[in-house]
Each structure stands twice: as C-alpha cells, then as structure tokens.
Nanobody, 115 residues
Framework: VQLQASGGGLVQAGGSLRLSCAAS??????????FGWYRQAPGKQRELVAF??????NYGDSVKGRFTISRDNAKNTVYLQMNSLKPEDTAVYYC?????????WGQGTLVTVSS
C-alpha cells in the first residue's frame, strides 16, 4: 500500500497546478476506496481540500469552484487540478486514501503561490 504525491511547485497568483498521487493498484481495485487531498499551511492545522469515495465528492469551502479532484483508474492515479490559485493556497499538500477502513497518507508536496 503506497501513495506518492507529486506536482507541487511555485506559481503566481491566478495560475494553475495539477497535483498527482500515484497509488497502489490494490487500492484502485476496490471501488469504494476513498481518495483525498489535504493541506497544511505553516502554523495551521491540516485541512480538507477534496475527498472522493464512490459517487460522493466533498471540497473544502475555500477551494470550491477552483479545485477539482479526479481519478484515473487505468493509471492508478488521483489528481487535484487547482485553478485560480491564491497566496492563501500556499501549503504542503498531502494525498490520502481510506482503504478497508484504514487511512493512509502519502508524503507531502509543497505548493507556493506568489502574489
């Protein structure tokens, strides 16, 4: 069971980034495995960005309408498309999975949005 996040970087405000999270094939073989993205800014608690399980998708209030979570089962990868980025989106982004009722975390990827 493995999660590998990538795609972070430095972007100007108003720009876009796409994060990727490569997961173990076994996770994608189960339809109800939930995948999500969380973020943690310096001095703040980790917060939900987006989470998808089966037909249910939830977004954090601050990213609704700007971020989109998706999954590619053929590539065993979960994506987070981030548009209209703001400086307050600067954080370390973590992917996670809920697989057979256990939660797994990948390493973080840093997103920095300059004003």
């Amino acid at each position: 069971v493995q999660l590998q996040a990538s795609g972070g970087g430095l972007v100007q405000a108003g720009g876009s980034l796409r994060l990727s999270c490569a997961a173990s094939r076994s996770m994608f073989s189960i339809k109800n495995t939930g995948f999500g993205w969380y973020r943690q800014a310096p001095g703040k608690q980790r917060e939900l960005v987006a989470f998808n399980s089966a037909d249910i998708t939830n977004y954090g209030d601050s990213v609704k309408g700007r971020f989109t979570i998706s999954r590619d089962n053929a590539k065993n990868t979960v994506y987070l498309q981030m548009n209209s980025l703001k400086p307050e989106d600067t954080a370390v982004y973590y992917c996670n999975a809920v697989y057979f009722l256990r939660t797994y975390w990948g390493q973080g990827t840093l997103v920095t949005v300059s004003s």
